[in-house]
């Protein structure tokens, strides 16, 4: 059935929106936007004239697409190669969604993403909806074709699992680039004592590649392993700017609302590192290089001025 130009305006009115809701409950921004195409499409051969409450028949469809996404690749990352970690966002990119609360803010972030991946589609969904769009329980049981009392009970749980796993730890832009600047100038200090400094004991440092780009699967553990490693990897060589395509520009920015750095070559990111930062220290470093989680950072990037290099690899 063809839109009418009205019903195209009033799915584009809802993009942002269906948009953020997939990149949560995807952790990838390409996939997101194959959701809501897929979405447009099935909205495009729908009745629309009979849909009382598009804006909840979308979310539903949108919704229930990603579920049945998400369930197929939990079957596919048994077979990726290396970490899986989510594609990083950056600032001002507008797939991050609202970000007029602690919670929506908390949602979108690297960290919080990493944990969404322990959670069952169905709880994922459940906290996304409630947490980062503050859909009452009665509709997310709509949504979801469960009941109220069941939307609650996930919840509950979903949000329990999350908090166990996350130390929560709000830090404004500033903050966050000065937690970057900081960092960099310890990672390449040569030495692995103002590193120690800066990390918590317990510390980790995973990277994702996804067998394009060299990534230590297993994770660095400790303040002194991780340490080392990035002093390493924060130290030139001619091999790494060939494998890199050249000499790689270190930016402080931030991603998915925390503090972050890019390594950018002739204008193409080449790697986004999110720090995550609690009151001890910075307990994770994650390493996002797989090129093809990076080409909307990529076109992110070269959308702004960023000012000055930090370090150059």
């Known amino acids: 059935m063809a839109l009418i130009t009205s019903d195209v305006d009033r799915f584009e009115a809802a993009r942002p929106r269906l948009e953020a809701i997939a990149y949560r409950l995807l952790g990838s921004a390409s996939e997101a936007e194959d959701a809501v195409q897929e979405t447009f499409l099935r909205w495009q051969a729908a009745d629309v004239e009979r849909i009382e409450v598009p804006e909840a028949w979308l979310t539903k469809v949108l919704t229930n697409y990603c579920l ?17 970690l989510p594609e990083p966002l950056l600032a001002g990119d507008p797939m991050l969604g609202p970000a007029d609360t602690a919670e929506q803010r908390e949602s979108v972030s690297y960290a919080v993403l990493v944990l969404l991946e322990r959670l069952s589609p169905g709880e994922r969904a459940v906290y996304v909806l409630r947490e ?82 060299p990534a230590r699967a297993k994770a660095f553990e400790g303040a ?8 390493g990897l924060f130290k030139p060589s001619a091999a790494k700017r060939r494998h890199i395509g050249g000499v790689a520009e270190v930016y402080a920015t931030t991603a998915n609302g925390g503090p972050a750095f890019v390594a950018v070559v002739d204008g193409r990111v ?31 990037w070269a959308a702004a001025d960023h000012g000055d290099a930090l370090h150059t690899l």
């Open 68 to 84: 049945n996404q998400l369930t197929s690749a939990r079957a596919r990352r048994e077979t990726y190669v290396g970490r899986w």
């Open 224 to 231: 002194v392993a991780v340490a080392t490693f990035l002093r």
């Open 270 to 300: 080449v790697g986004v590192t999110c720090l995550e930062v609690t009151a001890e220290g910075i307990t994770a470093v994650r390493n996002q290089v797989n090129p093809d989680k990076l080409v909307r950072a990529s076109r992110q």
């Open 132 to 213: 980062a769009f503050d859909y009452p329980h009665r509709e997310i049981a709509e949504i979801l074709d469960i009941s109220e009392a069941a939307s609650q009970q996930t919840y509950h749980r979903a949000k329990k699992h999350v908090a166990d796993g996350h130390a929560r730890s709000e830090v404004d832009e500033e903050a966050a680039k000065r937690i970057v600047e900081e960092f960099l100038a310890a990672a390449t200090s040569g030495r692995t004592e103002p590193l120690v400094r800066l990390l918590t004991q317990d510390a980790v440092s995973v990277g994702d590649g996804g067998g394009k780009v």
